[in-house]
C-alpha cells in the first residue's frame, strides 16, 4: 500500500511539472510584456516564486531594483544569478555595481574581478571596478582600472564615466591639469553624466577650487556654475510641473 501511495505521488508530480513550468514561463512573458515597473516586479517575483531556477527572471528583476534604488534586493537577485550561471560576465558585473552602491568596496572589487576574468574585454567592468578602488583610496589602481576602460571603448555614457573616475582620482593626487582634460573629455561623452551617476562633480571639485592654479580654478569654477544651472532646472521643473496621476497600476 505504502509503495503504491508513493508510486502514486511520484506519477502525479512528474506530469504535474510541465504545469509549473508553463506557469512560470507565462508570468514571466506577463512581466516582459508589462509596461509598469511595479507590475513587472510583481509577474517577476511570481515566476520565481514557481520557478526558483528562473535566471532571466532574477537579470530583469534586479535591473528594475537599480533603477529603482534597491540595492540590497538588486544584489540578492544577482548573486542568485552568479550561482545559477557562474560564467556570466554580466551579472557578476551587475552584482560589483550592486555592491558599490552598498558602499561594500571590497565586494565590488571581488565581483568586478570576477567579471574581467571572465570576460577580458568588458570595459564597463573595468570602469566601475576603477570607482570602487578610488572610493577605497587607491588612486592608482583607479586610474589603471578607467586608463584600460577607456582604451577598450564602450557605450558614450560608459567611456565618460571612466574619465570622471579617472579626473576625480587625478584630483586626488592634486593633477590639476590632467583632472581638467578628464572632465572635458567625459562632459563631450556625456554632459548629464556628471549630474546623475555617483557623488555630483560639482559637489566634488568644490572642495579642491582653493588648491587649483587661475586657470584650472577658472574651468572648475565654470563647471560648478553649469551644474548649479542644471540643478535649478530640475528644480524648476520638479516643483512646477502636475504630480502624475496614480492609476490602478501603481
Known amino acids: 500500500m505504502g509503495k503504491t501511495l508513493v508510486v502514486t505521488i511520484s506519477c502525479m508530480l512528474f506530469i ?3 504545469a509549473w513550468g508553463q506557469d512560470a514561463m507565462y508570468f514571466l512573458n506577463q512581466g516582459l510584456e508589462n509596461s509598469m515597473a511595479n507590475k513587472k516586479i510583481h509577474y517577476f ?11 532571466v527572471a532574477y537579470e530583469k528583476r534586479g535591473v528594475l531594483y537599480y533603477f529603482q534604488g534597491k540595492y540590497s534586493e538588486m544584489s540578492e537577485d544577482f548573486l542568485r544569478l552568479t550561482e545559477l550561471d557562474p560564467s556570466n560576465s554580466e551579472a557578476h558585473l551587475m552584482l560589483g555595481l550592486a ?20 570576460n577580458p574585454r568588458l570595459a ?46 587625478y584630483l586626488q593626487l592634486g593633477k590639476t591639469t590632467l583632472a581638467d582634460k578628464d572632465i572635458r573629455r567625459s562632459l563631450k561623452l556625456d554632459p548629464s553624466f556628471l549630474f546623475y551617476i555617483h557623488p555630483t562633480m560639482t559637489n566634488y571639485l568644490a572642495d579642491y577650487v582653493t588648491d587649483f592654479d587661475h586657470e584650472g580654478s577658472k574651468h572648475i569654477r565654470w563647471l560648478g556654475l553649469l551644474g548649479l544651472l542644471a540643478l535649478s532646472c530640475v528644480l524648476i521643473f520638479r516643483f512646477t510641473l502636475p504630480a502624475p496621476h496614480k492609476t490602478d497600476d501603481n
Not at 141 to 153: M, Y
Open 99 to 118: 555592491y558599490i552602491k552598498r558602499d561594500e568596496y571590497d565586494r565590488a572589487v571581488e565581483s568586478l574581478a570576477r567579471a574581467i576574468e571572465l
Open 45 to 55: 517575483s511570481k515566476a520565481l516564486e514557481l520557478n526558483p531556477r528562473l535566471a
Open 124 to 169: 564597463s567592468a573595468y570602469g566601475h571596478r576603477a570607482e570602487a578602488y578610488r572610493l577605497k583610496g587607491m588612486v592608482d589602481e583607479a586610474i589603471q582600472d578607467s586608463t584600460r576602460a577607456i582604451e577598450l571603448g564602450d557605450t558614450e555614457q560608459a567611456t565618460g564615466r571612466a574619465y570622471t573616475t579617472r579626473a576625480k582620482a
Open 16 to 18: 504535474s511539472a510541465p
